[in-house]
């Protein structure tokens, strides 16, 4: 059975973890998998966004432990340095959006692929945590300085340094989830929200996702030298000609990407 099944439905891509068995924790070959979904999405003009969801009753328990902390102890990385790596540590950045659905347990590594997704919904029955604190290490995945960012530096390392579990809505509150749904309805919540975004000009969603980038990496100055060059750019691109004779014509534009 694979671990990780990917299906294109138009414009989106749609991953799915599937080792429910297991608590869908991630083992470097299911890494790995990801890796080279992502960075094969990268480059393919057909993908314009990625959806992420879990098979089974939890999102994910965090990593399969007896295989990949040695792996990680001994310094080895499922992703190659080129590769794109959805958890945004290493190798180029990734440039198209990528919105999750959580349900049941969400703890570690799965943690940390929500707080590098762009957006995240969350069914009502979600509980996330970062355990490491327990077992020696830390969210060192990127996690504990996006929550930082997220939820700001008190609750943050309240739970990051606890290891204490919180639910939906406490995550709604902590800007890591940007919707709660029932259980039935949060996956397609989700995916009707990557439809929507993979509608949208590309040219604009791309610059939207690098200004955010920027602001992330070097702070609001830096980001905001993008703006002027931007919007000459996009003014002048094939997609916003489109978009004012869609307008015009009264009816939904059709976007290329130029």
């Known amino acids: 059975m694979p671990s990780v099944i990917c299906e294109r439905l138009g414009y989106l891509a749609h991953i799915r973890l599937n080792r429910p068995d297991a608590g869908n924790r991630f083992s470097m070959e299911m890494f790995r998998e990801l890796g080279e979904l992502f960075t094969s999405f990268e480059s393919d003009p057909q993908i314009r966004c990625t959806l992420v969801t879990a098979n089974g009753a939890d999102f994910s328990l965090g990593v399969d432990v007896p295989e990949v902390l040695p792996c990680w102890a001994a310094g080895k990385s499922p ?7 959805p ?3 290493t190798g180029p950045k990734r440039r198209k959006p990528l919105v999750v659905v959580v349900q049941g347990q969400c703890f570690n590594a799965g943690l940390e692929l929500v707080l590098a997704a762009d957006i995240a919904i969350a069914a009502e029955n979600a509980r996330f945590a970062f355990h490491e604190i327990k077992f020696g290490t830390y969210p060192f995945g990127g996690g504990l300085l996006r929550l930082i960012r997220a939820a700001g530096r008190s609750a943050a390392m309240r739970h990051s340094l606890t290891g204490d579990e919180f639910d939906a809505i406490e995550a709604l509150r902590m800007n890591i989830a940007a919707q709660v749904c029932t259980a039935t309805e949060a ?8 439809e929507a975004i993979s509608s949208k000009a590309p040219l604009a969603v791309q610059a939207a996702m690098d200004q ?3 602001w992330a990496d070097h702070g609001e100055a830096v980001a ?4 002027v060059p931007d919007i000459i ?8 000609q489109e978009a004012m004779r869609a307008m015009a014509e009264g009816r939904p534009p059709q976007f290329s990407g130029h």
Request: proline residues 0%; without cysteine.
């Open 79 to 85: 992703f190659a340095d080129n590769q794109i790596n």
């Open 87 to 89: 958890f945004g540590t």
């Open 187 to 194: 996956e397609a919540v989700g995916r009707k929200l990557a």
């Open 212 to 214: 955010a980038q920027s």
């Open 224 to 227: 905001l030298t993008h703006s």
């Open 233 to 240: 750019r996009l003014l002048n691109s094939r997609d916003a």
